[in-house]
């Protein structure tokens, strides 16, 4: 199943674009085997992708594959559970978790500069299962608190005497 949450930050511009005709015909959300794929019929541009990912224009007409949840979401969720569990290869660093979302503005793009959150008319799809199994997966290994200066080892500055007992242990 599929959530969407839709956020209009300018009521007016919204109504203007749809009064005028650019959203009237709008967007098709679908689910096939877990993947969704999205058709832009309006002629508003619409952008998707995650806030981590590349940005993608829809192209009006064209049905796309919008969540690969089988094909890229499953894949990287297992390798995300062996590095981080260690089952795995472990990395230095942790393997983050994939991303359930996938988020879609209508007229503009977002970057680094200009957040989705400030375009004008902005959505999120969320897939239900995607985020079910990263809920269920964070309450099975919650991440480790975080390390506090208690926590660490402390040590004095080197003095006179230190600097001799090293010089001695590499004599012998």
Request: charged share 20%.
């Amino acid at each position: 199943s599929l959530s969407l949450s839709l956020s209009i930050n300018q009521l007016s511009v919204f109504y203007k674009a749809f009064t005028s005709g650019t959203l009237t015909r709008g967007l098709i959300i679908q689910e096939e085997n877990g993947d969704v794929f999205a058709t832009r019929l309006c002629q508003c541009a619409v952008f998707f992708g995650d806030k981590r990912g590349v940005l993608t224009k829809l192209e009006r007409g064209v049905k796309v594959k919008i969540f690969d949840f089988n094909g890229k979401f499953l894949p990287q969720y297992y390798q995300h559970i062996r590095c981080n569990t260690g089952s795995g290869p472990t990395n230095s660093v942790l393997d983050p978790l994939p991303n359930a979302d996938v988020m879609l503005s209508f007229g503009q793009r977002w970057d680094d500069k200009r957040p989705i959150e400030k375009t004008l008319i902005w959505a999120k799809v969320i897939h239900m299962r995607a985020r079910q199994l990263m809920i269920d997966f964070t309450q099975m290994f919650p991440p480790p608190p975080p390390i506090t200066n208690e926590d660490c080892i402390q040590f004095s500055e080197s003095d006179p005497y230190d600097r001799l007992a090293d010089a001695f242990s590499l004599a012998l």
